[in-house]
């Protein structure tokens, strides 16, 4: 038996030193957010910040590997812009960030691993903690990138690469206001071995609205407000919203911009390196 015993010593020995450089990666993140969530902010304080990011985007490097993404810049910073917990845009997805500029395209890259241990940091956000359900999830896509929230409109029948083990592309809108409105943006996300790919492009193609979904919202809106629901008015806007986005997603293949968006989503895929 003692063979045996030193063979699951060995399994778990491999287990953890694979765990290692991801779990080194988080320690040291973690040791920053709690540093620099109790600083003084000043010009010092925030050379320092800048500093750690700069590090944490070395480490990043380290366990991604190189990487290129077609058409954006190849000097790649981390994701996780701010470690002051609280701050907008706080908790991104961790992983090395790629954008053009003023951020109209926007590319993440991490490991399966990091974003697993994402997940499970949003779970009480309401993230879904199966990658595949994750990727369905207008959560993912606004707490992944950017400060602004997003709706997913639809989802959008691309063409898997050989290559890749997971692809998926969604047709969505962004904002900080109001998210009813012709969805202008399309965000793909791809796995590829250990390596996961997320590329968001804001004002990426033109829609238009669709006739009877438009009928959907009016009739939700109209309905009287829960008076013994104290955000009532939000709670009603939150399923006119739901039925609406619902709707347009059955209603999108049919419309005759749809097939210019797959097209959209399918290049926004070839930019990734998926070979």
């Not at 003692?2 to 040291?28: G, I, R, S």
């Not at 190189?66 to 810049?73: E, M, Q, S």
């Not at 949003?122 to 997003?150: L, N, T, V």
């Not at 409105?181 to 790919?197: C, H, L, N, T």
């Amino acid at each position: 038996m003692k063979w045996l015993a030193l063979l699951c010593l060995l399994v778990f020995a491999t287990n953890a030193n694979a765990a290692a450089p991801e779990q080194h990666y988080f320690d040291l993140r973690d040791r920053y957010i709690a540093k620099f969530s109790k600083a003084a902010e000043n010009d010092e304080t925030y050379k320092q910040h800048d500093a750690a990011l700069k590090e944490l985007a070395s480490v990043l490097r380290g366990l991604i590997g190189p990487v290129t993404i077609k058409g954006l810049p190849a000097d790649a910073k981390s994701n996780a812009d701010t470690l002051y917990r609280g701050d907008s845009g706080f908790g991104h997805l961790d992983g090395l960030a790629f954008a053009s500029e003023a951020d109209k395209t926007q590319a993440v890259v991490t490991t399966i691993a990091l974003l697993k241990h994402w997940l499970r940091e949003h779970r009480e956000d309401g993230m879904p903690q199966e990658i595949g359900a994750a990727f369905k999830s207008d959560r993912f896509y606004y707490a992944a990138i950017q400060d602004a929230a997003f709706a997913k409109y639809a989802e959008l029948p691309i063409a898997k690469p050989a290559a890749a083990s997971v692809a998926v592309a969604v047709l969505g809108l962004r904002g900080n206001g109001d998210l009813k409105g012709p969805p202008s943006e399309i965000d793909v996300v791809a796995i590829q071995g250990e390596k996961v790919f997320f590329i968001a492009a804001r004002d990426a193609v033109k829609t238009a609205p669709i006739a009877a979904c438009e009928k959907v919202w009016k009739q939700m809106m109209a309905k009287p407000i829960d008076q013994n629901d104290p955000r009532g008015d939000m709670t009603r806007e939150d399923n006119a919203m739901t039925a609406f986005t619902q709707c347009f997603a059955k209603a999108a293949p049919s419309q005759s911009w749809f097939a210019t968006v797959v097209k959209k989503a399918q290049s926004q895929l070839d930019l990734l390196p998926l070979r």
